[in-house]
T-cell receptor, first 112, second 111 residues
Framework: ELKVEQNPLFLSMQEGKNYTIYCNYS?????LYWYRQDPGKSLESLFV?????AVKQEGRLMASLDTKARLSTLHITAAVHDLSATYFC????????????FGTGTRLTIIP | EPEVTQTPSHQVTQMGQEVILRCVPI?????FYWYRQILGQKVEFLVS????????KSEIFDDQFSVERPDGSNFTLKIRSTKLEDSAMYFC?????????FGPGTRLTVT
């Protein structure tokens, strides 16, 4: 059974600081997804990482994928309050159109 | 931009009642999914659907649950006899290839 773990579960950081969220998964997969969820809202797609070594950046967020280590990171640069949300990583089984297995989520709070 | 829609946004029902949650996937997508999220927890897969049949279902998706695509646009999740523990946010998703697009969710409250 595919397991996806994130850490930390909770992260409180000051504006302007940098931090990294980690996502480990238990089986071989070349596809990893990052989603953002605001309280009571749906899942907003942030990044789709499709191969080993993939790196994508959007604004203050950068995601990377190491399929050999089965690890993805979401790096936050110079955090701002608007980034406060819960971030989920998710993995599929690499066969196309498969279910997503989600991580536990990281609740990020940016303190002014 | 096309999006997945869901109705209702919030459904309150009594234990033992049947509920139907509705979804309209993105029109050219062929693969459909239901997920649920209990408050404060992670998102869990329930069922996937392709070519008018279930592709995969989780342990959560027992005989009380069923899915249907009654016409060319709607995709429904039925819970036959709701339990308190069915209270959750239910998300529908669809995809053409692999990236899944999620609807806004239906919050189901079972009292």
């Amino acid at each position: 059974e595919l397991k996806v773990e994130q850490n930390p579960l909770f992260l409180s950081m000051q504006e302007g600081k940098n931090y990294t969220i980690y996502c480990n998964y238990s089986t071989t997969s070349d596809r990893l997804y990052w989603y953002r969820q605001d309280p009571g809202k749906s899942l907003e797609s942030l990044f789709v990482l499709l191969s080993n070594g993939a790196v994508k950046q959007e604004g203050r967020l950068m995601a990377s994928l190491d399929t050999k280590a089965r690890l993805s990171t979401l790096h936050i640069t110079a955090a701002v309050h608007d980034l406060s949300a819960t971030y989920f990583c998710a993995v599929d089984n690499n066969f196309g159109n498969e279910k997503l297995t989600f991580g536990t989520g990281t609740r990020l709070t940016i303190i002014p | 931009e096309p999006e997945v829609t869901q109705t209702p946004s919030h459904q309150v029902t009594q234990m033992g009642q049947e509920v139907i949650l509705r979804c309209v996937p993105i029109s050219n997508h062929l693969y459909f999914y239901w997920y649920r999220q209990i408050l404060g927890q992670k998102v869990e897969f329930l069922v996937s659907f392709y070519n008018n049949e279930i592709s995969e279902k989780s342990e959560i998706f027992d005989d009380q649950f069923s899915v249907e695509r009654p016409d060319g646009s709607n995709f429904t999740l039925k819970i036959r006899s709701t339990k308190l523990e069915d209270s959750a946010m239910y998300f529908c998703a669809s995809t053409e290839t692999y990236e899944q697009y999620f609807g806004p969710g239906t919050r189901l409250t079972v009292t």
